[in-house]
């Protein structure tokens, strides 16, 4: 795909290069949506929100940088400011300075499947979540972290330890569980 | 970047996340660029009607000067018609004085001329008094028709207008005809005689002879004098009316341009629109506006839809300074309180969520938590604003005494107190206070007509139609639908004339 003449036709507000736009891209931003948010009602709206602030800038992206990462970012940030300002979740976004919390387990060995590591993320506190989502999916370092979020880099490391702590703690009794039910299974059919 | 190889994984797993998001997403997405680009058409229409405002307005006060020296011109050229008519007059004058001097130096007896000089010179200079006083208070043309220079042989009427008239009369008749002219002190009548000369100016006061003095004496200063009304009336025509006038003129124009203040009163109804159409807010645009897959708390129970919004009453009162720019156009500042409300339908109360940990922190500590839906409670949302407003009036009619005015402004405003209710989807969709959400600074546009209704020496009273479109969201969630506030009323004014 042509991603320059599509921003070239969605500038000119060409309805069906912006769907086109649209489509392509809605389905993997809805995912980075949902993995900051706590239901698919909320993902939507920030989807919602976030491509109407594309369209609206639209201009303002460079043909060099690359057209999703460009889109992703927008959605992040929009995704964040979605946290900080809705009511259910902006009580739970603070954070309080931390001292540093080392990572316990290096390379724990437990099944990812994506849905699934998704729902837990979700479940995960919001703050927590959110500096989990930027640092290991997004790939943004913990000093760019703090200025987004307006904490000191050593808080969003801690608080990035202590939801990856949680996490795999989570992940290794879904697969206790998931060893239980396959015996079980496994045991029935016998 | 991820430390190891779990944050890889994480990673890969995530980026590759998709879920196919609801055919509303999208029309919701269209639905929001497709309006913010009315909304901008809107406000452009307004700045070019405002800057069309501004131009016209700059034409007229261009155009006014270029008037008022038009007429200054006019005026200097009149003066100069005048005075070549005048010096020509007063060489007949000469004439004509002459001459009937003679003849009454003839019929004149032994009477002294002292006595009746000293009474006729009081009597001339109240009325050259006079004749200063009408001057200074008369326009122009008033000015030119008065003084007119009648011939010698033509006889004094007392209805006469004020008339610059150098005529022979005996001295009995004239002592009568003097005393008839202080009465009537807008009527100029200078008279001369041979024997009783006319002193016009104080500077040049003829010396008056002693009661000795023969006929020679006093035919002698009799053209004295003569002299010196001549030259008096020609000092008048060239000087005095122009000064006179431009100052007038000016006045006129420093006058109009005063500050003024008054009070206006607009009651009227306030609404919350997502454009600039006025009306009631459908509960099925705010309610598509989230897709009904789930609660926000992620329940799966049916979400109550919000309520219609109805308008409610809303009224503007304050003060406000008015400055004419041009004999049309005029400036506004104000200092006004403004009440806005509107009506809706809600259920129950569901206070008991006050102490759930996802509200207690967001809904206000006295507020009550109502369900969304059912008309069980009819509440009102209350804003109270302090406002200054900036407003640009033009007359479109001709009359000064009650003109037709159509106004347009900006008004900056600051919510001082609410007590508004906003929609959440969260427990199927409930209704609560949160003070954070909305935007305390609004800024608004204005329109409307006018028209004068009684015109007095003191005030003057104004009725029209107004018209307010906010431009800034005044509920910032992004579960209200519609969020801007609208008002529209009839504005009654009165403007108080500074007493002169």
Redesign the interface.
């Known amino acids: 795909m042509d991603y320059n003449k599509l921003v070239r036709e969605c500038l000119r507000e060409i ?1 069906a290069a ?2 086109q736009l ?1 489509d392509h891209f ?3 931003m ?3 949506c ?2 900051y948010t ?8 920030v ?3 976030g ?2 602030k594309i ?2 800038n639209l201009h303002q992206y460079k043909s060099e940088g690359e057209l999703g990462a460009w889109i992703r970012r927008i959605m992040v940030t929009t995704a964040l400011n ?1 946290l900080k ?4 979740y ?2 739970e976004f603070s954070f309080d300075n931390e001292n540093l919390h080392p ?1 316990a387990d ?3 060995e ?1 099944k ?4 699934e ?2 729902d837990l993320i979700r479940q995960l506190p919001i703050g927590y979540q959110t500096i989990f ?1 930027l ?3 997004e ?1 943004f ?1 913990h000093v760019e972290i703090g200025k987004m979020l307006g904490i000191n880099e050593g808080t969003s490391r801690s608080q990035y330890a202590r939801a ?1 702590a949680l996490l ?1 703690t989570w992940l290794k009794k879904n697969d206790e569980m998931s060893h239980k039910n396959y015996r079980a299974n496994y045991h029935d059919k016998r | 970047m991820p430390e190891n190889e779990f944050e890889k994984k994480v990673s890969s797993e995530m980026q590759q996340l998709k879920f196919k998001p609801s055919e509303k997403v999208w029309l919701r997405v269209e639905e929001r660029i497709r309006k913010k680009k009315k909304r901008r058409v809107f406000i452009i229409i307004f700045l070019l009607a405002g800057l069309a405002l501004l131009g016209y307005w700059q034409r007229n006060n261009l155009f006014g000067e270029k008037k008022n020296e038009i007429i200054k011109t006019e005026q200097q050229k009149e003066n100069n018609t005048k005075t070549s008519e005048q010096a020509n007059t007063s060489a007949t004058i000469k004439q004509n004085t002459e001459t009937t001097k003679q003849e009454e130096i003839n019929t004149t007896n032994d009477k002294t001329v002292n006595d009746k000089l000293t009474d006729d010179r009081s009597v001339i200079d109240k009325k050259d008094i006079a004749v200063s006083k009408n001057k200074i208070d008369k326009p122009k043309d008033k000015i030119k028709d008065e003084i007119k220079v009648k011939p010698a042989s033509q006889k004094i009427k007392a209805e006469d207008e004020p008339v610059v008239s150098i005529d022979v009369v005996s001295p009995n008749s004239q002592k009568k005809n003097a005393a008839n002219e202080i009465k009537n002190k807008d009527t100029l009548d200078v008279k001369t005689n041979p024997e009783t000369i006319v002193k016009q100016d104080e500077v040049k006061q003829p010396e008056v002879k002693p009661l000795d003095n023969k006929i020679d004496s006093a035919k002698a200063e009799v053209i004295e004098q003569e002299k010196i009304v001549t030259e008096k009336t020609d000092t008048l025509l060239k000087t005095e009316p122009t000064k006179e006038l431009s100052t007038s003129i000016v006045k006129k124009d420093s006058s109009s341009k005063k500050w003024k203040w008054g009070l206006h009163l607009t009651p009227g109804i306030s609404s919350l629109n997502d454009n600039i159409s006025f009306g009631g807010l459908k509960s099925a645009d705010a309610f598509n506006y989230q897709s009904s897959v789930g609660s926000g708390t992620g329940a799966t129970a049916p979400r109550q839809r919000p309520s219609d919004v109805k308008p409610g009453f809303a009224f503007q009162a304050g003060v406000f300074a008015q400055r004419h720019l041009s004999p049309r156009t005029s400036l506004s500042l104000g200092l006004q309180y403004g009440f806005y409300s509107q009506r809706l339908g809600i259920g129950n109360s569901r206070d008991s969520l006050l102490d759930n940990s996802l509200l207690s922190n967001v809904a206000d500590a006295d507020g009550h938590i109502y369900n969304a839906g059912g008309d069980t409670i009819r509440y009102t949302n209350r804003y109270h604003f302090i406002e200054l407003p900036l407003r640009f009036q033009w007359e479109l009619n001709k009359s000064k005494t009650k003109p037709f005015v159509w106004s347009t402004g900006f008004t900056v405003g600051q919510l001082i107190a609410s007590n508004a209710i906003m929609y959440d989807t969260a427990f199927n969709g409930i209704y609560y206070k949160n003070k954070s959400l909305l935007n305390k600074t609004q800024f608004s546009l204005s329109t409307g007509f006018s028209w004068t209704i009684a015109n007095g020496k003191r005030a003057q009273w104004s009725l029209g139609p107004v018209a307010n479109i906010h431009l800034n969201r005044l509920i910032d969630s992004p579960f209200e639908n519609k969020r801007y506030l609208f008002f529209a009323g009839i504005r009654t004014s009165i403007l108080f004339n500074k007493k002169k």
Do not use: C, W
């Not at chain 1, 300002?85 to 259910?88: A, L, P, Y």
């Open positions: 309805p912006q769907r649209y809605a389905e993997t809805l995912g980075v949902y993995r706590r239901s698919m009602d909320d993902a939507e709206d989807l919602q929100d491509f109407v369209f609206r979605f300002k809705n009511s259910r902006n009580h990572i290096d390379n724990p437990v990812i499947i994506g849905k590591l998704a989502n640092h290991a999916v790939g370092s990856r795999i």
